[in-house]
């Protein structure tokens, strides 16, 4: 499952539960889905889907976006004591890492595009953390 923030025509925001990405722009296009305020169907993809695997036996109330903000929350806090921010120094400061030029140690910052394709064929492990937005009003 994956959720999806929409937006109508109007600017309202909602949330919407869809199978895949691909259905997701299926019931788009094919005006199925609608604003659960006022009924409008230009509907519009928001950007930065989060995706949750269910593991089929919880209720998918579960996994409402306050859930996921307050973990995001906790991962976010965590980075943030024990990761030394670099900036965008980042690919340089992962780079020399790799190589051995500079001390081993947890670091964040951000990268380009570009600069995560060269890391990744330099075989530089990283991960992705989303910037929290509020998701709540
Ligand atoms: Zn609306």
Redesign the pocket.
């Known amino acids: 499952m994956i959720a999806f923030d929409l937006f109508?025509s109007?600017?309202?925001k909602f949330e919407c539960w869809f199978k895949d990405s691909a259905s997701c722009g299926e019931q788009i296009a094919s005006h199925m889905v609608s604003?659960p305020?006022?009924d409008?169907h230009q509907i519009e993809r928001a950007f930065s889907p989060f995706m949750i695997k269910s593991d089929g036996g919880k209720k998918e109330e579960e996994f409402d976006s306050q859930h996921v903000q307050q973990a995001l929350q906790v991962i976010t806090d965590y980075i943030d004591k024990h990761f030394e921010d670099v900036g965008a120094d980042f690919y340089k400061e992962a780079l020399k890492i790799h190589s051995g030029e500079a001390e081993k140690r947890n670091i964040k910052g951000t990268a380009t595009t570009e600069e995560e394709v060269i890391l990744k064929e330099e075989g530089v492990t990283f991960f992705k953390v989303p910037i929290i937005k509020k998701m709540l009003n």
């Open positions: 109508c109007n600017g309202h604003c305020v006022c409008d």
